[in-house]
């Protein structure tokens, strides 16, 4: 049975950080490509960062180059998402992606809710 599980969110005060981690099982985590998206409310779901399955090449969306790091652990078939200096405007509902390259497969998380606020 395929798990994707994100944990992590939470509030954090604006410039503060946090570290998301989603937890996969029940397929070839090393395989997949992994990305993490965010939706805040009236928005449509966006893509945040990517990390690929085989050189762990990463792509991130211009509005948190610099702040953010997606990394990978395919010993622990865990993707992380490393959040630094918050804003209010990251706020938003976070999930987590896998998605085997070349095909249409992909399994999505429940997402985590990170709010940014004073």
């Known amino acids: 049975q395929v798990q994707v599980v994100e944990s992590g969110g939470g509030l954090v005060q604006p410039g503060g950080s946090l570290r998301l981690s989603c937890a996969a099982s029940?397929?070839?985590?090393?395989?997949?490509?992994m990305s993490w998206y965010r939706q805040a409310p009236g928005n449509e779901r966006e893509l945040v960062a990517r990390?690929?399955?085989?050189?762990?090449?990463?792509t991130y969306a211009d509005s948190v180059k610099g702040r953010f790091t997606i990394s990978r652990d395919n010993a622990k078939n865990t993707v992380y998402l490393q959040m630094n200096s918050l804003k209010p405007e990251d706020t938003a509902v976070y999930y987590c992606n896998a998605n085997l390259p070349l095909t249409s497969l992909r399994y999505w998380g429940q997402g985590t809710q990170v709010t940014v606020s004073s």
């Open positions: 990390i690929t399955s085989t050189s762990g090449s990463t």
């Open positions: 029940g397929f070839t985590f090393s395989r997949y490509a």
